[in-house]
């Protein structure tokens, strides 16, 4: 066996890459991974994970509190993982610390978002301890006060600032702009603040924003921290107490194309303006961290034509990966066997009854066997998260490579599973 590598195009990360032709991740054939654990199937790479960690880290500094946007993948493998080097977590719903919880994970670096929190989550929130919480609208100032109150606790909190700043990303995940739907309006947001100054259960520890998801430019991140700071010197309460600034996630990835966005430039433009107030950086990436490390894989069921198109058949669906149908998403996909054979433009569809369901469009490939493997690159990210069980179907594997060693994190989902809220049930309601 050679040990030579090469590149694989269109990954984000040399853990995915190619000897003798095979796509490996790490020191271990996908393959084989497929052969033992079924497809569809994700395949983690825990040493990217670690490595595009420490690349925020060190662009970062000691003093940043990396919170993971554990929305992007939170499988319990990949928060402890995360937790190992460092992070806390970003978290927007009470499941979301449970799932910290059932990884026994540490609650107190992790802020918890939310446009719309219950109590319930709140008091989950309060009783295990967190960093603090990111407040997005008026009207959970007296929900919070409350449980601060019931709980003899005063809560520390962020208020989640709107400066409408153009994310330049797909209008589905950009939530800085004034028109959406995150955080409180520039021009309203003095009023917040008073009414957060005024509640004696509630202190204002910092400002947050959160522009959008894949940003590639570090223009918006420096619009948005200014417009902020231009707010805070717009009234002494404004910045009393202030200690934070969480300037949010949305660290692009390349996706094949073009360049990810550069984080040390980031940390550069921002740092000096925050040390100069005595500011401590929050950021909150999800994609950047985890998204290059995952990968999706797929075998080939057949193939057809059909009008002008020619379709590759695969047992991946929109259900596994919904980002090509939602938001048109590009996601490289290339053969894990590579041929030398000649290719020829394909649509990669799977068996799901949409149209929208495509994994990717006139794509180049090399002519498929039922039975070929073929990987989807790049989805570590919001793929195995955003899983459903459409057309029910049975929400993937998946496995975290380490070395030459593969674990299985999570177990293909099972029909009984599936059905299990719904049989025996011998619950009746007469109005
Ligand atoms: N912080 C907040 C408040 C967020 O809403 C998000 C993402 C993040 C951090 C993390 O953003 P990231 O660093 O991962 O870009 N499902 C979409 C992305 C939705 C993002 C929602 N919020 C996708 O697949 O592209």
């Not at 990949?78 to 978290?91: E, N, S, T």
Request: charged residues 20%; proline residues 4%; glycine residues 10%.
């Amino acid at each position: 066996m050679t040990s030579h590598r090469t590149p694989c195009p269109g990954a984000g990360t040399a853990a995915f890459h190619l000897r003798a032709g095979e796509l490996w991740c790490e020191d271990v054939p996908v393959a084989r991974l497929a052969e033992r654990y079924g497809t569809p199937l994700y395949v983690y790479s825990g040493a990217s994970i670690d490595e595009r960690l420490a690349t925020v880290r060190r662009a970062f500094g000691e003093r940043a509190t990396i919170c993971y946007a554990m929305k992007a993948n939170s499988n319990l493998a990949v928060l402890r993982r995360l937790h190992a080097g460092g992070a806390g977590f970003d978290l927007v719903s009470g499941g979301e610390l449970r799932r910290l919880q059932a990884a026994a994970l540490p609650t107190n670096q992790a802020v918890f978002a939310g446009v719309a929190k219950e109590r319930w989550e709140i008091e989950a929130a309060v009783l295990a301890g967190i960093l603090f919480f990111n407040v997005e609208s008026l009207h959970e100032l007296p929900l919070l006060a409350a449980v601060g109150c019931a709980h003899g606790k005063r809560l520390r909190v962020a208020l989640r600032l709107n400066p409408d700043v153009d994310a330049g990303t797909h209008a589905y995940i950009s939530t800085g702009k004034k028109e959406n739907k995150f955080g409180v309006a520039l021009a309203a947001a003095g009023d917040t603040v008073e009414a957060i100054a005024r509640e004696r259960w509630l202190q204002l520890v910092g400002y947050h924003v959160h522009l959008g998801s894949q940003l590639r430019s570090i223009d918006p991140y420096v619009q948005a921290l200014d417009r902020v700071m231009a707010f805070v010197d717009g009234a002494a309460v404004r910045g009393r107490e202030v200690t934070h600034y969480d300037l949010g996630g949305g660290f692009g990835i390349a996706y094949g194309q073009g360049e990810a966005l550069d984080v040390g430039a980031v940390a550069a433009a921002l740092l000096p303006k925050l040390q100069a107030r005595g500011w401590q950086p929050v950021l909150e990436p999800g994609r950047y961290l985890v998204g290059d490390a995952g990968i999706l894989v797929t075998r080939v069921l057949g193939e057809k034509s059909q009008g002008p198109t020619h379709f590759v058949l695969v047992d991946a669906a929109m259900n596994d990966l919904l980002r090509p149908a939602l938001y048109q998403a590009e996601h490289a996909i290339v053969p894990v066997a590579t041929t030398t054979a000649a290719t020829r433009e394909v649509d990669i569809v799977g068996p799901v009854c949409e149209t929208g369901d495509f994994l990717g469009k006139r794509r180049q490939l090399p002519a498929c066997r039922p039975g070929d493997l073929l990987a989807v690159l790049a989805t570590g990210a919001y793929g195995a998260s955003m899983a459903s069980n459409y057309n029910t179907r049975r929400r993937p594997a998946e496995v975290m490579v380490d070395g030459n060693t593969a674990r299985l994190v999570r177990a293909r989902e099972t029909f009984e599973q599936l059905m299990a809220n719904e049989v025996d049930l011998h619950e009746t309601f007469v109005a």
